[in-house]
């Protein structure tokens, strides 16, 4: 069966070092992968995109790779602050079904 | 508007009773996606709207969900006679059309929705 999973356990680091962040599938053929940052009693907020053809994307201090052959894709967070505290979606476009499925997120807390 | 706005922010109603909640788009917003997230949990799909399109309605758990769209603008969800397992937080977005892929969704805050 199709699966995305992500560490279900909470991700504590200490603040400036780096957070990173894993999203692996099963039965999936993803085109494109976002990320997603959830507070809560909010929407996620989305972060970046990679595609398929694309091994890293950057954006200030953040760093998302996607892996096709290890059907992963970790997201780091370098230089991390407590504001950096949230929890983390990663989501799949699987061509043809014009949505995305999201994963169930990791919690990242980043210690003072 | 600037965001996805959802009315109301929270919803208690006893089992057995009618809810509605609705959905704002952002403006130009043509793809609009329902999804339902349990405590602790994912977002489940639900259902998605683009333009004039048959909407794509796999996600919705039963025949007590439906959703309407009129043109490219508010959504409605609608639960009848709800259940305790329908209580969740209900998170509408929007993207562009065509490219709705290409682009993050805008999420709305969400409508909490407990079944007492």
Known sequence: SQKIEQNSEALNIQEGKTATLTCNYTNYSPAYLQWYRQDPGRGPVFLLLIR?????????????????????SLFHITASQPADSATYLCALYTSGTYKYIFGTGTRLKVLA | GAGVSQSPSNKVTEKGKDVELRCDPISGHTALYWYRQRLGQGLEFLIYFQGNSAPDKSGLPSDRFSAERTGESVS???IQRTQQEDSAVYLCASSYSG???NYGYTFGSGTRLTVV
């Open chain 1, 52 to 72: 398929e053809n694309e091994k890293e994307k950057r954006k200030e201090r953040l760093k998302v790779t996607f892996d096709t052959t290890l059907k992963q």
């Open chain 2, 76 to 78: 409605t969800l609608t």
């Open chain 2, 99 to 101: 490219d709705s892929y």
